[in-house]
């Protein structure tokens, strides 16, 4: 999955890779990214468990969320293409962020979701999560579009992308009907300067 020197330095972030264990983590100003444990599966339900995170994400993202919940959600996405990584604190997951590499036409771009516990909202921590996997994903790949769709009333992730660089490329009309409301998604893109 990632080619290159085991260690190096993103935006003065410490990347370290474990090629043995084809493992990576990332060291930012307060918190790590790594890959997801089955023993995660606790800090995840507790974290995961809130409904105005639930509110702003696909409806594969349950709420109220079960312990049930996380073992098959770590279970299916332990061994997987994309790169799906926690978000640490004091050793606790809380919260996730991804990138989806697209299939077909589209293989040259990316998804890029995320989802942080309340208790750390408002910190800068997503916006850093966010650069850093933007920057590790257009140094290591052929990636050269990454894309992030919010729903109209999400503010914070609308200005979180903007912190991070992406800018509002479309609005998806009536694209999203979430808890019975339809809504436009609002499309967000950045593009690699390869
Ligand atoms: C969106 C989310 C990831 C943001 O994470 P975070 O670590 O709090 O983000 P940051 O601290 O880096 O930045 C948040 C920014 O949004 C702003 N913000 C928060 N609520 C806002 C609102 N209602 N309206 C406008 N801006 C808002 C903050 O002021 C901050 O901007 P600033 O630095 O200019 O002040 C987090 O709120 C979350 O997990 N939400 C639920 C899940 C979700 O929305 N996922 C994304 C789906 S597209």
């Excluded at 983590?25 to 809130?50: G, I």
């Excluded at 989806?100 to 942080?116: F, K, M, T």
């Excluded at 800018?167 to 436009?184: P, Q, R, V, W, Y």
């Amino acid at each position: 999955m990632f080619i290159g020197n085991p260690k190096i330095s993103i935006h003065e972030l410490q990347v370290i890779v474990d090629n043995k264990n084809e493992t990576m983590e990332f060291h930012l100003s307060n918190c790590k990214l790594r890959p997801w444990q089955q023993s995660d599966a606790e800090n995840l339900t507790k974290h995961a468990n809130n409904k105005k995170i639930a509110d702003c994400l696909r409806d594969g993202f349950p709420h109220p969320y079960t312990i049930n919940d996380a073992k098959n959600w770590l279970k299916n996405n332990l061994t997987n293409k994309n790169l799906l990584l926690a978000i640490v604190v004091n050793n606790e997951a809380v919260g996730g962020i991804g990138i989806i590499y697209q299939s077909d036409v589209y293989r040259r771009g990316a998804e890029i979701g995320y989802w942080l516990s309340e208790k750390y909202w408002g910190q800068g921590m997503m916006t850093e999560a966010i650069k850093t996997l933007v920057q590790h994903t257009f140094n290591n790949t052929d990636i050269i579009r990454i894309h992030a769709g919010t729903f109209e009333s999400n503010r914070a992730s609308a200005r979180v992308l903007e912190k991070a660089g992406f800018e509002l490329e479309s609005i998806h009309k009536k694209a999203i009907f979430k808890n019975g409301i339809l809504m436009d998604e609002h499309l967000y893109v950045i593009f690699s300067t390869k």
